[in-house]
Structure formats: structure tokens, C-alpha cells
T-cell receptor, first 114, second 109 residues
């Protein structure tokens, strides 16, 4: 049982480049989300989805796009990377997203934008 | 708006107790607690739902005071394995889990 799988684990980009961080879960979870983690800032919600075809913004959505075409996958797109997007990115999922559901986190993607 | 955690960091000797607090400026539906080891993903500890309940998990327990909009995590007789950063996450009925900035706990032998 793989749980939540994120790829790649590490990535270096140049300013202005685009890329997609992949996230897949095999637990049939309806709720998926993306967080970024910066020193001293904790985990900040970027975007989330309560089911296929439904996405919404979190606290820090600017510069990021998401889509949810299947229950299993929730990719995060950086259209034009900026140094301020250097961070560790975590994908997380839960069964339904309700307030009583625990989150399962992926192992993270460390992104550096030069 | 992120919940406020205190203290930001604490150093304990093995066997000592610790309390980590989490406060929200808005009414809470639930509070989540997670622990993150360095270089790893956060791992779920427990969820408390509104209703003022207290939950336990081995020697780690937590309380949730709905009126005060705050939760506390209690670690008793701390072990070396308890080291890490603890995050509270608050949910206000909108399906968004918002995390605090974390409390770094260091346990020394």
C-alpha cells in the first residue's frame, strides 16, 4: 500500500521555468491538498480539492494552479517559477476532508528556484 | 489566519513533561495535532472535535477548550522519540486545515 506518493523528491528550477509536482494516492480519498513549508512559517495551504473536478484556493494560492481530473491524482503546477517559491511542498489526502478526518502526507518535494 | 502556538521551542530532559498550546482567533470545529521529524513528513497524532473533549495517545494527550478557542498537547514522561516539531491544525467548518508555525521539542538524555 503506497499511500500518498509525490514526485520528484528534489527539483531545481531557473526563474521563469514551469513545472508540475505530481501527487497520487491509492487510498480512494476524496480530499487532497497541497501545502508548502518554509522555515518559521509552518505548513501553509496552497490549494485543495474535495473530489474529482472540484478545487479551491487555500491561504497562498498565487503562482500555483491545480486540477483534479481523477480521484487519485492532484498535480500542482508552477507556471513561471520565482525564487519566492523555493520551499518544501507536501501533498496530503484524507477520506472525506471533514473536520474529523486525519491527513496522510506524502514524503515531500524540495524545490529550489534560482 | 494561522493559529498561534506556544512555546516556539522547548528543551526537556528525558522523563520530563511538556505542554504545547494552540490558540485560535476564530471558533473551532476541530483541532488536529501532528508531529514532524526532521526531513520527514508530518505524522498524525490525534484530532479533537468541538465539545471540549480530551483524548489520549500513549503518554501524549490533548484537551480542547471550545469556549477559549484553544487546545493543549500534553507530553508526559518524555522519551527521546518524542523529539520533533509539533503542529496544531485548526478547522473552522470550511474543510481547510490551517496549521500553526510549530513548536520544536528537543529531548536530551
Amino acid at each position: 500500500n503506497a499511500g500518498v506518493t509525490q514526485t520528484p523528491k528534489f527539483q531545481v528550477l531557473k526563474t521563469g521555468q514551469s513545472m508540475t509536482l505530481q501527487c497520487a494516492q491509492d487510498m480512494n480519498h476524496e480530499y487532497m491538498s497541497w501545502y508548502r513549508q518554509d522555515p518559521g512559517m509552518g505548513l501553509r495551504l496552497i490549494h485543495y480539492s474535495v473530489g474529482a473536478g472540484i478545487t479551491d484556493q487555500g491561504e497562498v494560492p498565487n503562482g500555483y494552479n491545480v486540477s483534479r481530473s481523477t480521484t487519485e491524482d492532484f498535480p500542482l503546477r508552477l507556471l513561471s517559477a520565482a525564487p519566492s517559491q523555493t520551499s518544501v511542498y507536501f501533498c496530503a489526502s484524507s477520506y472525506s476532508g471533514g473536520h474529523a478526518e486525519k491527513l496522510f502526507f506524502g514524503s515531500g518535494t524540495q524545490l529550489s528556484v534560482l | 489566519q494561522q493559529p498561534v502556538q506556544s512555546p516556539q521551542a522547548v528543551i526537556l530532559r528525558e522523563g520530563e513533561d511538556a505542554v504545547i498550546n494552540c490558540s485560535s482567533s476564530k471558533a473551532l470545529y476541530s483541532v488536529h495535532w501532528y508531529r514532524q521529524k526532521h526531513g520527514e513528513a508530518p505524522v498524525f497524532l490525534m484530532i479533537l472535535l468541538k465539545g471540549g473533549e480530551q483524548k489520549g495517545h500513549d503518554k501524549i494527550s490533548a484537551s480542547f477548550n471550545e469556549k477559549k478557542q484553544q487546545s493543549s498537547l500534553y507530553l508526559t514522561a518524555s522519551q527521546l522519540s518524542y523529539s520533533g516539531t509539533y503542529f496544531c491544525g485548526t478547522e473552522w467548518g470550511n474543510e481547510k486545515l490551517t496549521f500553526g508555525t510549530g513548536t520544536r521539542l528537543t529531548i536530551i538524555p
